[in-house]
């Protein structure tokens, strides 16, 4: 589960991919399944939330590594290359590194 605390040290990427309505379904199965199988055994993963836009155009990852370090080493590991290369395949994307500046609940 994702925790959003701006007081937590951790690497925050929002992907933001863009797919045609007939391949959302599969990017976030493909998402899902990569982060279930792989992602989460890497050193310093800490979460991801994959999420579907109503208007099926596009789908958010929002992920958090311990550090960059181990976000950047992610995308070279030889496991989840595959992963990567499949998802560029079915979306255009724009990955945003954050900060929580502020998390506000109920």
């Not at 994959?50 to 030889?78: E, G, L």
């Amino acid at each position: 589960m994702a925790i959003i605390d701006q007081r937590d040290d951790v690497f925050t990427l929002i992907n933001v991919f863009t797919v045609k309505p007939e391949n959302q379904d599969t990017l976030a199965t493909l998402l899902i399944e990569a982060t279930n199988n792989t992602m989460r055994h890497l050193p310093g993963f800490v979460s991801a939330s994959i999420h579907k836009s109503v208007d099926n155009t596009r789908v958010v990852n929002y992920a958090q590594w311990r550090t960059k370090d181990d976000f950047d080493a992610m995308r070279t590991n030889p496991e989840a290359i595959p992963h990567m290369k499949a998802a560029a395949a079915l979306a255009s994307f724009d990955p945003i590194a954050c900060e929580v500046a502020e998390s506000i609940a109920r």
